[in-house]
Structures are given as structure tokens and as C-alpha cells.
């Protein structure tokens, strides 16, 4: 069965860096967008960014320069470098598998927490 997992979230001072990891299993992860979400407190979820199957990388303009989404296909995994973080950062991350002719996503991980606060 699919399986996303999470790892890497913290608590992190203002201008700090994380990078987020998600072990995938169960399909042929190389040939599928992946995407990480975030959902902010108190708010709905919010996209963040997606990696196709050839690398090529998207963002929302509130991360642009600042995170880095990036796969290794030998490995299964996707990650997330986020840097020069900001507490408007702080929320619990997904990455979860898109389904690119609609843009829904069929499978979500558990999520992994980012605080970013002094």
C-alpha cells in the first residue's frame, strides 16, 4: 500500500533552516509529481510546492527563494530545504502525491511540525 512519511520538523528560531524528508513506498514513486502542503493554524491548508517526474519544481510565490524542493528517486524520498525561515513558516507540513491530470492529490502523509519562533 502507499505510504508517505514525514520527518524533519522542529522548532526554529526566526532566519533558521530545516529540511523536511518524505519516505514514499508502495508505487513507483519516480514517475509521480510530488507535492508539500502546509496547513497554518487556524487557516485551511495551503500549497507550497510540487516536483514533477522530471525535476522540474514549482512554488508559491510566499516561499519562492527561500525553500527548495528536490527527489532522489534512488532513494524514495522528496525533500524540503527551507531556509531564512519566518513565523508565518510555522504550520505542520504534508507532502502528499498529486494527481496530475486534476491536480487533487490521492495520498497524504501524516505531516511533521515547524515552529519557527524565538
Known amino acids: 500500500q502507499v505510504q508517505l512519511v514525514e520527518s524533519g520538523g522542529d522548532l526554529v528560531q526566526p532566519g533558521g533552516s530545516l529540511r523536511l524528508s518524505c519516505a514514499a513506498s508502495?508505487?513507483?514513486?519516480?514517475?509521480?509529481?510530488m507535492s508539500w502542503v502546509r496547513q497554518i493554524p487556524g487557516k485551511g491548508l495551503e500549497w507550497v510546492s510540487d516536483i514533477n517526474s522530471g525535476s522540474s519544481t514549482y512554488y508559491a510565490d510566499s516561499v519562492k527563494g527561500r525553500f527548495t524542493i528536490s527527489r532522489d528517486n534512488a532513494k524514495n524520498t522528496l525533500y524540503l530545504q527551507m531556509n531564512n525561515l519566518k513565523s508565518e513558516d510555522t504550520a505542520l507540513y504534508y507532502c502528499a502525491k498529486l494527481i496530475a491530470a486534476t491536480g487533487g492529490y490521492d495520498y497524504w502523509g501524516q505531516g511533521t511540525q515547524v515552529t519557527v519562533s524565538s
Open positions: 508502495g508505487f513507483t514513486f519516480s514517475s509521480y509529481y
